[in-house]
């Protein structure tokens, strides 16, 4: 599914990362790959999801991705999170990326998925996310 500009909603919830697709982020088209954006979605969420749970999280699941254009070198990428629910110890969020382009005012919806975070202690074992 592609999204023409002039139809392309607002993000959904809070900006919690941004950053630049370098060169070193891209494949042989100067499109960034797949995997770098769900790592940039997946430091967003578990940001979102430590500042809720007070302490470590760790990612338990993501959900299906489809995305709907490519990223160029020197876009600027920006995550944001919206927290679904919080479980006895789980958030789940979802992540929406978007990205401008430098020559461009506006931004574009890249793709989004829920990500599930789960909270844990010291020893990596599931505590409760009020602790």
Request: proline content about 5%; glycine content about 8%.
């Given at each position: 599914?592609?999204?023409?500009?002039?139809?392309?909603?607002?993000?959904?919830?809070?900006?919690?990362?941004?950053?630049?697709?370098l060169?070193?982020?891209?494949?042989?088209?100067?499109?960034?790959?797949?995997?770098?954006?769900?790592?940039?979605?997946?430091?967003?969420?578990?940001?979102?999801?430590?500042?809720?749970?007070?302490?470590?999280?760790?990612?338990?699941?993501?959900?299906?991705?489809?995305?709907?254009?490519?990223?160029?070198?020197g876009?600027t990428?920006?995550?944001?999170?919206?927290?679904?629910?919080?479980?006895?110890?789980?958030?789940?969020?979802?992540?929406?990326v978007?990205?401008?382009?430098?020559?461009?005012?506006?931004?574009?919806?890249?793709?989004?998925?829920?990500?599930?975070?789960?909270?844990?202690?010291?020893?990596?074992?599931?505590?409760?996310?009020?602790?």
């Open positions: 599914m592609q999204f023409d500009d002039e139809q392309d909603p607002t993000p959904s919830g809070e900006l919690v990362l941004q950053t630049l697709a060169p070193k982020d891209t494949n042989s088209n100067g499109d960034v790959f797949g995997g770098w954006l769900m790592y940039q979605m997946d430091l967003a969420g578990a940001i979102a999801a430590r500042e809720i749970a007070k302490g470590r999280v760790t990612t338990v699941s993501v959900g299906g991705m489809s995305f709907l254009r490519p990223v160029p070198v876009g990428v920006s995550c944001y999170c919206e927290i679904l629910s919080v479980g006895r110890s789980s958030i789940k969020c979802c992540i929406e978007w990205v401008k382009h430098y020559n461009r005012e506006t931004q574009q919806k890249v793709t989004e998925t829920e990500f599930v975070y789960v909270a844990i202690d010291d020893a990596g074992r599931t505590r409760p996310v009020s602790c």
